[in-house]
């Protein structure tokens, strides 16, 4: 294909490259002309430059955020199906009823202060009773400890 497109256009390329190396040639002379004359006003346009790509360099550098965002996708459990206590897993991770009802208060949004007044103890309470859910289902958050419960359908 290349081939042919040379053999076709042979003699226009020809003259191309002539009619090119005749503008260098002349422009090669007249930029030896200008150097001499306005050799002064050619390196204040060349540190000009420089320094104007050194200032765009730097703002990009200095504007450039600290943190990276990272989006992270991962499953989300539905259940579709009727809800069923698993009371295997209850057992399993030695959770007391009254951890479970904190557990379901605070997968109904509750914050520990609502969920001390709902349950008529202190706040507290309620703080121990939540360390003490995180330690069984081995997560840091109530949204893990929340997601993962109702993995083990312990909450609806």
């Known amino acids: ?91 399993q991770l030695n959770m007391s009823r009254r951890e479970l009802e904190v557990l379901q208060l605070m997968a109904e949004g509750l914050s520990n202060q609502e969920i001390a007044e709902r349950l008529f103890v202190s706040l507290n309470t309620i703080k121990t009773h939540s360390a003490r859910l995180f330690e069984k289902l081995e997560v840091k958050r109530r949204t893990q400890a929340i997601e993962k419960a109702k993995r083990m359908s312990l909450i609806k």
């Open 1 to 91: 294909m290349v081939a042919g497109f040379y053999n076709r256009h042979k003699q226009n390329i020809f003259y191309g490259l002539l009619m090119a190396i005749m503008l260098f040639v002349l422009k090669w002379l007249e930029l030896k002309l200008i150097i001499i004359q306005h050799s002064f006003e050619i390196y204040a346009g060349i540190i000009a430059v420089i320094f104007t790509g050194l200032g765009i360099w730097l703002a990009l550098k200095l504007a450039r955020p600290k943190q990276n965002t990272v989006v992270v996708e991962k499953p989300v459990y539905v259940n579709n199906t009727d809800f069923t206590f698993n009371e295997a897993a209850l057992t």
